[in-house]
């Protein structure tokens, strides 16, 4: 039987991607739970982080409280993910997985979807740890439209998440898979699960940490 206190192997990154309202955000916190009580410590972390002065500015941002230049955000965003990436870092030696919602490729997407170059706006995230898997969870963005709360904040409209969703589709790598999110949410759930006890596994095994577009 395994030993799933395995030492001195380290916890899998694992980035869950999509268009707001594709329902990331409570399938962040279930994957982390369920993972927990298969006995395999997870922990979330979620993009933008609102909690740091940097995270603040964004919130505000996003509320439209406050006005930014598009690169002065895209570069926010950025530093608020460097300044999670050393505690990230230690958390995966120390064998935890981190589910992360939303990552990087959030940054390229939702300001190239603005019209800005994509290698400007892949060069900030460049040397940040690179996930072992994306799950993008995949539904159309008239489909996210109707689910509640939409309309909220700066990006959710409908013309700027097609946008969006197309910056995507070119960002897609081998580290990818693409889920139906348009299925029910233990459908999903149970789907995410299994897909991510495999890698948890293989990081087990020694699969060593890279950087990001590099
Ligand atoms: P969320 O808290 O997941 O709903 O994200 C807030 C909004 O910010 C959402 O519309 C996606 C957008 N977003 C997330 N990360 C980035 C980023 O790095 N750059 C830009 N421009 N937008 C982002
Ligand atoms: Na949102
Ligand atoms: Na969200």
Known sequence: MEDKSKSGSRGALVVIEGLDRCGKTSQSSRLVKNLDELGYPAELFRFPDRNTVIGQMISSYLNSDSQLD???IHLLFSANR?????????????GITLIVDRYAYSGVAFSSAKGLDIEWCKAPDMGLLAPDLVLYLDISPEKASERGGYGGERYEQLEFQKKVAQSYQVLQDASWKIIDANRT??????????IVLDYVKTCRNGKSLSQLWL
């Open 82 to 94: 460097w300044e999670k990436r050393s505690l990230m870092e230690s958390k995966l030696q120390s």
């Open 185 to 194: 949410v233990e459908d999903v759930e149970e789907h995410m699960r299994d």
């Open 70 to 72: 598009d690169r002065t």
